[in-house]
């Protein structure tokens, strides 16, 4: 005798099927009504702690939530700082290819260097770097070429500008230069400092170190036999700038500094730009590469919004008298 089958289960097991397949399609490749976001994870090694690199990581972050691209909805960034040894900075870079980050930001040229050694098929930004060409990071500013391009913070007519201020103005001849050897971005700025003070008249007298334990006792070293002081962006001495205030203030020796952050914690004077300005710079060309741009095809940028500035307050503790035609050449810093 044969058994027979009722049809209601069969009926009901088909329209679930149907079901199942409707539910399928709703979140498949075609009709995708989800608004889920694709996620990103950015590694970010930052070379030193100190106020510039943090403006340039904070500009960073705002360029790319700017252009939709925000911490906590769409990105999450590994952050990780090198805290001024160049040890350091390889392996955190390594650890950002093996967790397969989709992009790498870099600040300052050692961060960048390593970044590079690294991968050459994640994409990589940088800031903060003095001679993107020099340090073999691109083969050109304006055709950066492989996966990385950026930003610099060598502005060709800064330098220039915050040495004429020095010797025209202030009537400097000997100029002290503290810088960290080690570091290729500080070569070039001191090269291109000696250049600059030779054809005005003036030449350098050069201290280096190579830690910040270092600096006071190379800046003391100056006393005596300099008219000025001149500090370039170099990350090891300005981690320690308030060891070189403190002698230019109590030996009354006017110092002055490669970028505007510095300047406000104690420098005479300044011609540069905001280090947050070109991390947000460099944010947008993040947001550019996340969206489908290669980073070859996107040329290195310069700063932009050069301009001088004075600091009243340091002025006066170095015995510096402000003249008022400075008014005209500069912005006179009052403090915050």
């Known amino acids: 005798m044969k058994k027979r089958i009722s049809a209601v289960p069969l009926i009901l097991a088909g329209l679930l099927a149907l079901a199942g397949c409707s539910s ?19 590694g970010m090694t930052q070379f030193a702690p100190h106020a ?19 911490e906590g909805e769409n990105v999450t960034f590994d952050f990780q700082n090198a805290s001024g040894d160049q040890n ?3 392996p955190i870079a390594n650890n950002f290819v093996g967790d397969k980050v989709d992009l790498i930001f870099t600040n300052a040229t050692p961060s960048a ?15 903060s770097v003095t001679d993107p060409v020099g340090a073999g990071l691109v083969e050109a ?12 913070d ?8 915050t040495i004429d201020f020095i010797t025209k103005e202030i009537g400097a001849k000997e100029i002290g230069v503290v810088y960290n050897s080690g570091e290729q971005n500080s070569v070039v700025q001191v090269e291109q400092v000696e250049e600059l003070a030779k054809k005005n008249g003036a030449k350098l007298v050069k201290t280096s170190i190579s830690t910040t334990a270092e600096v006071k006792q190379a800046t003391e070293s100056l006393v005596g036999r300099v008219d000025a002081i001149y500090i370039p962006t170099d990350n090891t001495v300005v981690s ?6 403190s002698v230019a203030n109590s030996k009354k020796i006017p110092l002055f500094v490669g970028e505007l952050d510095s300047m406000k914690k104690g420098a005479v004077a300044a011609s540069g730009f905001s280090y947050e300005d070109i991390g947000y710079q460099t ?49 006179i810093y009052e403090g915050e």
Do not use: C, R
């Not at 500035?309 to 005209?328: L, Y």
């Open 24 to 42: 399928d399609a709703s979140n498949g490749d075609n009709g995708n009504k989800t608004d889920e976001k694709k996620q990103y994870t950015i």
């Open 88 to 90: 350091n900075t390889q």
């Open 154 to 161: 060598n502005h060709p007519d800064a330098t220039g500008k």
């Open 240 to 245: 320690a700038l308030e060891s070189v205030i």
């Open 283 to 331: 944010g947008v060309m993040a947001a550019a590469i996340l969206k489908g741009e290669k980073p070859s095809d996107i040329p290195v940028e310069l700063p932009k919004d050069l301009k001088l500035m004075i600091n009243k307050k340091a002025a006066e503790a170095q015995g510096v008298n402000i003249k008022p035609e400075w008014e005209k050449i500069g912005e």
């Open 52 to 70: 510039s690199l943090d403006a340039a990581t904070e500009g960073f972050k705002k360029g790319l939530a700017d252009n939709g691209f925000k």
């Open 141 to 152: 500013l304006d055709k950066p070429g492989s996966n990385i391009t950026g930003t610099t």
């Open 113 to 127: 260097v390593s970044a590079l050694n690294a991968t050459k098929e994640i994409p990589i930004v940088f800031t």
